[in-house]
């Protein structure tokens, strides 16, 4: 099923080799990053591991979903996004003591099961796209990268606001939607390497 979320390259592409080909294209940038993580590092945690794959499988549903615009591999580019910045954030918390961890736990997960509920009921996905700024913003509260890092995404983010809201034939040129791509698989990158230390570079400490 062809979905209606479609971003700025769709209005003014040709079509000819798929309904969004620098996005499909600029989408292979997450399995890079997650291919040359799990390719340079000799000791990788079992957290490290599974994000890492996580941007891989999303890398693949984006590349497809861009492609295709498929409802099906939408999904599979969505979900893996909030599943990483969800269980960042529960592994971070999971340093507090049991009762809480629990209960955020718990929170967690009833955040992604309604996210993916309503994200496969209905194409207003304002819960998905909502909860996954919210978890990626308390995930930059809380772990300290640099601010190369943090500026990168900050453009990445800006760009794909200005892709999705301000779309015309000469924004059309910039791809700002591939931008998004590079960006904040960079910071999903610098972000796998804040998982390699028994005990994360937290902000309030």
């Not at 292979?28 to 000791?43: D, E, H, P, R, T």
């Not at 945690?45 to 861009?66: D, E, N, T």
């Not at 760009?159 to 590079?182: A, E, G, R, T």
């Amino acid at each position: 099923m062809i979905t209606d979320t479609r971003f700025c390259e769709y209005y003014y592409s040709t079509h000819n080799y798929g309904y969004e080909p620098i996005n499909s294209i600029s989408s292979l940038v997450f399995c890079i990053y997650a291919l040359y993580f799990i390719c340079i590092n000799s000791s990788i945690s079992k957290i490290q591991y599974m994000l890492a794959s996580s941007l891989f499988v999303c890398g693949c549903g984006s590349v497809l979903f861009h492609y295709t615009l498929d409802n099906y591999w939408r999904m599979i580019d969505e979900v893996p996004m909030l599943w990483m910045v969800i269980v960042s954030n529960m592994y971070i918390k999971s340093f507090n003591n049991k009762f809480n961890n629990l209960v955020y736990n718990i929170f967690c997960y009833s955040c992604l099961l309604i996210s993916i509920i309503s994200n496969i009921q209905s194409e207003q996905i304002i819960i998905f796209r909502a909860t996954f700024i919210a978890y990626t913003l308390y995930l930059c509260y809380l772990i300290r990268v640099s601010k190369k890092t943090y500026m990168i995404a900050s453009i990445g983010g800006i760009s794909w606001l200005i892709d999705m809201f301000y779309c015309n034939q000469y924004i059309y040129y910039l791809y700002l939607h591939s931008i998004w791509h590079v960006c904040i698989g960079y910071f999903a990158y610098r972000i796998l390497y804040c998982f390699d230390k028994p005990r994360l570079p937290l902000h309030n400490e």
